[in-house]
């Protein structure tokens, strides 16, 4: 392809055929472009001689930089991460012809994970991108980030369309929409769960936060491209505004929804029966999944695939078989008095608000709840989940999370001063071995945080680590028997 981006001006007469992308002077080879980006930590710049001797022959940067002692073409944008992402688009092409994206600060993986059931039961061949990496009906593959960097992004997108792919859910993060890393994707619709305490340690304010996921809505949806939000949370009106006036297809879900309308729920053991008005028809639903979060999330994805022509009877009808995404309140055993534990990814103060309400009414006893707080993370969400679990948790165990480059004592203890009565304990295994422990009839024990996580983040190294794991070792250890199903 030839140098010269839709966004990007060229200042030079070279338009080199370019063999590849990336904005990582260390993953340059020969024939590359490299775009130079100025980030949190580094200026791309600094780099641009390293990339240009490995090999680079076109450097992409902002409007101000300087050509000064290099040789290759310098591509200068007002915006260069978009310049880079249209790029990636036009490098790699394909892309599965239904493309979805879902948003906001909590729902988002598991949403994606259910449209992808709901379309794989129509017949589609389906595919989720995110959190927990790239989920087709053939397998998975592992991600980095939520939402991948545009040029990852665009080579997945291709080889999914290559294999087949028709239909993809992918999750919108933040940092993901702010950094232009979604520009260029063709989406079909998008999706608004809700908005929360979180990433204040990236962005300035919450409103920069909230601004940052209605790029989705103002910026990547085509007009006329249905925009599914829930309308039971803080903040959904101002997102109806900002879609409305993009002139998308509103659709409402929810107790307050107008596109799907949640007239009831009742419990059934871990399962709940919705009843579900969509155009003027009654809809009853036994969703096989415990939480009022996931009734939300079901009626998000629900939205998604009306909107995108799916038929209301298939629709509900794949409701009934849906199975949560890993380790969203997964059941991973009990003791033998028959005291169930689960493990769930609330790494925020409304998830575990929400994970904790999901599971007190199957407490006869004491709720146990066992977590900590990510290092190198919004700082100001510490107190705020230690005052979470001391509201709705009965006995509450401070531990650690990922400590990246902090001192996981000095976390422990920004939740500890926020949770009077709490246990601190250091070490994750050893709390949730104690908590075990702890369990009596009667009781449920909730450990959050990590889910699905295979590894806890130590500096900069990567520890196995799983809490399924580590619930099995608990229960094992104490001579509990585990249950078969997850
Ligand atoms: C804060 C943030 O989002 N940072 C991401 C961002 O890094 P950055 O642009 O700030 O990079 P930087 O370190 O300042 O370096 C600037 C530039 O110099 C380049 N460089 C640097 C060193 C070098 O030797 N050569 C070189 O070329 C870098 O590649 C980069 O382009 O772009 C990088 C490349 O894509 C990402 O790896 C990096 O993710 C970091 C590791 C990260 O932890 N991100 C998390 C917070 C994140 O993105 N999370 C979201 C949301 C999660 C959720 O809520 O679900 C996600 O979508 O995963
Ligand atoms: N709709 C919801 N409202 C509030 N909390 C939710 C909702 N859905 C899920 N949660 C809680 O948030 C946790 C994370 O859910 P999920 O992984 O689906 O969200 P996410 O938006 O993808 O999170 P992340 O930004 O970390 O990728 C769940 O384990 C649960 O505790
Ligand atoms: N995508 C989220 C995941 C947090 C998961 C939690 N285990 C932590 O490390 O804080 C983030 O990077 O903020
Ligand atoms: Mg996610």
């Given at each position: 392809?030839?140098?010269?981006?839709?966004?990007?001006?060229?200042?030079?007469?070279?338009?080199?055929?370019?063999?590849?992308?990336?904005?990582?002077?260390?993953?340059?080879?020969?024939?590359?472009?490299?775009?130079?980006?100025?980030?949190?930590?580094?200026?791309?710049?600094?780099?641009?001689?390293?990339?240009?001797?490995?090999?680079?022959?076109?450097?992409?940067?902002?409007?101000?930089?300087?050509?000064?002692?290099?040789?290759?073409?310098?591509?200068?944008?007002?915006?260069?991460?978009?310049?880079?992402?249209?790029?990636?688009?036009?490098?790699?092409?394909?892309?599965?012809?239904?493309?979805?994206?879902?948003?906001?600060?909590?729902?988002?993986?598991?949403?994606?994970?259910?449209?992808?059931?709901?379309?794989?039961?129509?017949?589609?061949?389906?595919?989720?991108?995110?959190?927990?990496?790239?989920?087709?009906?053939?397998?998975?593959?592992?991600?980095?980030?939520?939402?991948?960097?545009?040029?990852?992004?665009?080579?997945?997108?291709?080889?999914?369309?290559?294999?087949?792919?028709?239909?993809?859910?992918?999750?919108?993060?933040?940092?993901?929409?702010?950094?232009?890393?979604?520009?260029?994707?063709?989406?079909?619709?998008?999706?608004?769960?809700?908005?929360?305490?979180?990433?204040?340690?990236?962005?300035?304010?919450?409103?920069?936060?909230?601004?940052?996921?209605?790029?989705?809505?103002?910026?990547?949806?085509?007009?006329?491209?249905?925009?599914?939000?829930?309308?039971?949370?803080?903040?959904?009106?101002?997102?109806?505004?900002?879609?409305?006036?993009?002139?998308?297809?509103?659709?409402?879900?929810?107790?307050?929804?107008?596109?799907?309308?949640?007239?009831?729920?009742?419990r059934d053991g871990f399962r709940?029966?919705?009843?579900?008005?969509?155009?003027?028809?009654?809809?009853?639903?036994?969703?096989?999944?415990?939480?009022?979060?996931?009734?939300?999330?079901?009626?998000?994805?629900?939205?998604?695939?009306?909107?995108?022509?799916?038929?209301?009877?298939?629709?509900?009808?794949?409701?009934?078989?849906?199975?949560?995404?890993?380790?969203?309140?997964?059941?991973v055993g009990e003791t033998s008095?028959?005291?169930?534990?689960?493990?769930?990814?609330?790494?925020?103060?409304?998830?575990?608000?929400?994970?904790?309400?999901?599971?007190?009414?199957?407490?006869?006893?004491?709720?146990?709840?066992?977590?900590?707080?990510?290092?190198?993370?919004?700082?100001?969400?510490?107190?705020?989940?230690?005052?979470?679990?001391?509201?709705?948790?009965?006995?509450?165990?401070?531990?650690?999370?990922?400590?990246?480059?902090?001192?996981?004592?000095?976390?422990?203890?920004?939740?500890?001063?926020?949770?009077?009565?709490?246990?601190?304990?250091?070490?994750?295994?050893?709390?949730?071995?104690?908590?075990?422990?702890?369990?009596?009839?009667?009781?449920?024990?909730?450990?959050?945080?990590?889910?699905?996580?295979?590894?806890?983040?130590?500096?900069?190294?990567?520890?196995?680590?799983?809490?399924?794991?580590?619930?099995?070792?608990?229960?094992?250890?104490?001579?509990?028997?585990?249950?078969?199903?997850?």
């Amino acid at each position: 392809m030839a140098a010269r981006g839709p966004a990007a001006d060229t200042s030079t007469a070279a338009t080199p055929e370019i063999s590849g992308l990336t904005a990582d002077s260390r993953q340059v080879r020969p024939g590359m472009l490299f775009a130079a980006l100025s980030g949190t930590k580094a200026d791309g710049m600094a780099y641009a001689k390293a990339a240009e001797a490995a090999g680079a022959v076109a450097v992409l940067a902002g409007e101000a930089a300087n050509a000064e002692g290099l040789s290759v073409a310098l591509l200068r944008a007002a915006e260069p991460r978009r310049a880079l992402a249209l790029l990636a688009a036009r490098f790699y092409r394909a892309q599965p012809d239904t493309i979805a994206a879902v948003t906001g600060t909590n729902g988002k993986t598991s949403v994606a994970a259910f449209l992808r059931q709901i379309w794989a039961t129509a017949g589609h061949d389906a595919a989720s991108l995110g959190t927990i990496g790239i989920i087709t009906n053939a397998g998975e593959r592992p991600l980095s980030h939520t939402t991948p960097d545009p040029v990852v992004l665009h080579k997945a997108l291709a080889d999914l369309a290559n294999e087949g792919v028709t239909h993809l859910a992918l999750e919108a993060s933040s940092h993901g929409l702010d950094q232009h890393r979604l520009d260029g994707v063709r989406f079909s619709a998008g999706a608004f769960t809700n908005i929360t305490r979180d990433h204040l340690d990236y962005h300035p304010t919450f409103e920069d936060y909230f601004n940052a996921k209605m790029r989705l809505f103002r910026d990547l949806l085509p007009s006329g491209a249905p925009a599914i939000i829930d309308a039971d949370g803080d903040h959904a009106d101002d997102v109806v505004g900002t879609a409305r006036a993009k002139k998308l297809d509103v659709m409402t879900v929810g107790e307050r929804g107008a596109a799907l309308c949640l007239k009831g729920v009742e419990r059934d053991g871990f399962r709940q029966r919705l009843s579900i008005i969509y155009r003027g028809r009654l809809f009853t639903v036994l969703l096989p999944l415990a939480g009022a979060f996931q009734v939300s999330n079901a009626l998000v994805s629900a939205g998604l695939a009306l909107g995108l022509g799916s038929s209301a009877g298939g629709v509900f009808e794949a409701l009934e078989t849906l199975r949560g995404a890993k380790g969203r309140l997964d059941y991973v055993g009990e003791t033998s008095a028959g005291a169930p534990i689960f493990v769930d990814y609330a790494h925020t103060p409304d998830a575990l608000v929400k994970a904790l309400e999901a599971l007190r009414p199957y407490v006869t006893g004491r709720l146990h709840v066992v977590f900590g707080c990510g290092g190198d993370r919004d700082r100001g969400k510490r107190p705020e989940m230690g005052r979470a679990a001391t509201a709705n948790a009965d006995m509450v165990y401070v531990t650690d999370d990922n400590p990246r480059s902090e001192e996981p004592a000095a976390i422990r203890a920004a939740i500890m001063a926020a949770a009077p009565g709490a246990t601190e304990i250091d070490g994750r295994a050893e709390a949730i071995a104690t908590a075990v422990g702890n369990l009596e009839r009667g009781d449920v024990l909730l450990v959050a945080g990590k889910g699905h996580e295979t590894g806890q983040i130590v500096g900069t190294k990567v520890i196995p680590y799983s809490d399924h794991e580590a619930v099995a070792a608990a229960l094992a250890a104490i001579g509990e028997r585990r249950a078969s199903h997850a």
